[in-house]
Each structure stands twice: as structure tokens, then as C-alpha cells.
């Protein structure tokens, strides 16, 4: 039996529970050259602790925190965040999308090999001294519809670091097809498909690319859910309710996963947002309504992110 890495320590699959698969408790992106918004979540501990409290309420268990180097990655903050509020939390490692690697990492002065070889330490013996692991790669993305040469390069190491360690990958491909060339590059490095999670499928909203996602063996992860920056967000999710049922129509329900991406203030129940328990509150009763059953709502939520944190 495998284990799943939270940064409190290895735990039993079965004890994970609901599970969001593609969160952050703190991230800022406003620092990057050329990005000229303040885009960012506060690390306020009371208001995430609240935030937090309120999805554990609703019958939350599992967060995991995919922020990375570069915007805020904290691992001793993380543990401390799992032990105040009781939630077992995730940590992601590796390199985020170009405009917001940290220069200290030097992406493009060092070898794909060595790139991979500083995941697969922090994976063995924790982050920077503080014993914490990671227990998934990622969300390693692209900045736009293709991967930049660094882009590739890390997602080779990500692909790389992952055979080693037995963590699966989880990515960010949004308003395209990027997803697929995400998942060529990792399956030319021979990662199993099954360990790769293609994320923001929901705003790339194609039937026939998530079958293609799929019948190449990895998982699509509609995880914009709740976002309200845009109409096409406020006013498009009965369209994704509409897809997923059909993926589980179809029986693909075993490779399909929810989040909600909580990212910036404005997302925070605290400033008028949805919070974390978006699911709980609109998006799960939205799938029941349209005929979900609760075994299905339970693959999704429970088995599918179970699935993908165990570590062999």
C-alpha cells in the first residue's frame, strides 16, 4: 500500500477524504515583469484559517496547495496551516510557467537532469532544511498556447523527477490545447499518463479535447470553478456541469477532477467571493440536479484525487 505525502507527514490514501486538488492558501503573481495587476491571495493567517474552517465545515478534508517557488511557496507555513486548522495539506514542487521563475533557479543555465535531480531531493529530504515534502509536481505550466524552450525544459525535469519519486504531476494549460503538448513531452519522457493531471479544462471548454486527454490515458481537471473575474465565468458553468455529466456518461468519471482554484482576495468568502466551498455550496448540487449519483460525485471528489496523491 502507498502513502500520501502531506507536509505534516505521510498518511494513509484512505484517510484523505474530499479532497481539493488544485488550490493555494497564498500566492502573488503581481511581481513579474510586465504584469501590471495585483493579483494576489493574502497570507492573513485568521482569514484563511476562517476560509479554511469553513470548507472543513462543509465536509472538507484534503487541500492540495500548489503554489510554487517564485510566488510564494512557505513549507514551515503549510504545516502550521494543517495543524491549526486540522486539514491535511498537499505541498507542490518544481517551477510554475516562465514569467514567474524565481532567478535563483537559473531555468535556463542548468541541465534538465539537474533540474529534475533538485525535485527528487526535495521530494527525499524536504525543502530547504525544513524536512517538508512535496507529495505532487506542480502546477508546472505555460504561459501561452505552447511551451516556451524553458517551459519544455522544466516540464522534461518535472517528468523526469516524477519516474524517480512516484508523484504525479498536475499542470496549468489554460484557453487552449496547450494540455496536449504538456502531456507529449511527458509521455516522451515515459511518465504514465494516468500520473499526469491536465488542469483549467474548464476554460478551454471542448468536449473533443478532453476526450483526446483521456484516451491517452491522463485526467482533465476542471478547477476554475467559482471564478467570477469575467461573464464567460459568472455565466458559463452550467456549460461545464454540462460536460463533466457527459464525460461521466460516457464513463470517464474515474479521470475527471473538480477544484476551484482560489487564488486572489476577490475569491475569498471574506471580500464577497466563493471561497473554498464552492463545490460544496453550487457546482456538486448543480451535477446532482443533472442526474450525478453520489458514487459518482465520490469518484470525483474522494477516489480520483486519492488515486493521483498516492505515492506507489
Known amino acids: 500500500m502507498g502513502h500520501v505525502q502531506t507536509v505534516r507527514g505521510p498518511i494513509a490514501p484512505d484517510t484523505i477524504g474530499f479532497t481539493l486538488p488544485h488550490e493555494h492558501t497564498a500566492i502573488a503573481l503581481w511581481h513579474a515583469k510586465g504584469r501590471w495587476d495585483y493579483w494576489e491571495l493574502t497570507a492573513d493567517g485568521p482569514v484563511i484559517d476562517a476560509e479554511l474552517g469553513l470548507y472543513r465545515s462543509a465536509g472538507g478534508s484534503c487541500v492540495v496547495d500548489v503554489t510554487l517557488d517564485g510566488v510564494g511557496r512557505n513549507p514551515a507555513r503549510l504545516a502550521a496551516l494543517s495543524e491549526r486548522t486540522g486539514l491535511h ?45 512535496p507529495g505532487i509536481i506542480g502546477e508546472i505550466g505555460t504561459d501561452k498556447p505552447w511551451l516556451s524552450p524553458a517551459e519544455e525544459r522544466v516540464h522534461r525535469s518535472a517528468a523526469r523527477a516524477a519516474r524517480r519519486t512516484g ?11 496547450v494540455g496536449l503538448a504538456q502531456l ?6 515515459g511518465v504514465d499518463p494516468a500520473r499526469v493531471v491536465i488542469g483549467h479544462a474548464d476554460s478551454f471548454p471542448s468536449l473533443d479535447h478532453y476526450l483526446e486527454i483521456i ?37 470517464h468519471g474515474d479521470r475527471v477532477l473538480l477544484s476551484q482554484d482560489v487564488c486572489h482576495n ?7 467571493g466563493n471561497g473554498y466551498v464552492h463545490l460544496h455550496e453550487s ?24 488515486r493521483i496523491l498516492t505515492v506507489a
Request: proline share 4%.
Open 89 to 133: 495539506v498537499v505541498m507542490g514542487c518544481g517551477w510554475y510557467r516562465e514569467p514567474y521563475y524565481p532567478p535563483e533557479a537559473r531555468i535556463d543555465r542548468r541541465s534538465v537532469d539537474d533540474l529534475a535531480d533538485e525535485l527528487v531531493r526535495e521530494a527525499t529530504d524536504g525543502v530547504a532544511g525544513t524536512g517538508t515534502k
Open 266 to 272: 476577490s475569491q475569498l468568502k471574506h471580500y464577497e
Open 215 to 251: 484516451g491517452r490515458g491522463a485526467n482533465v481537471e476542471f478547477d476554475f470553478l467559482g471564478m467570477s473575474f469575467s461573464a464567460v465565468e459568472r455565466l458559463g458553468e452550467s456549460r461545464i456541469a454540462g460536460l463533466v455529466m457527459e464525460l461521466i456518461a460516457r464513463g
Open 167 to 177: 508523484l504525479a504531476i498536475t499542470t496549468h494549460a489554460v484557453l487552449s490545447d
Open 184 to 189: 507529449r513531452v511527458f509521455e516522451e519522457e
Open 283 to 306: 457546482f456538486l448540487p448543480r451535477l446532482r440536479e443533472a442526474g450525478a449519483s453520489e458514487a459518482d460525485i465520490t469518484q470525483i471528489t474522494v477516489t480520483n484525487p486519492v
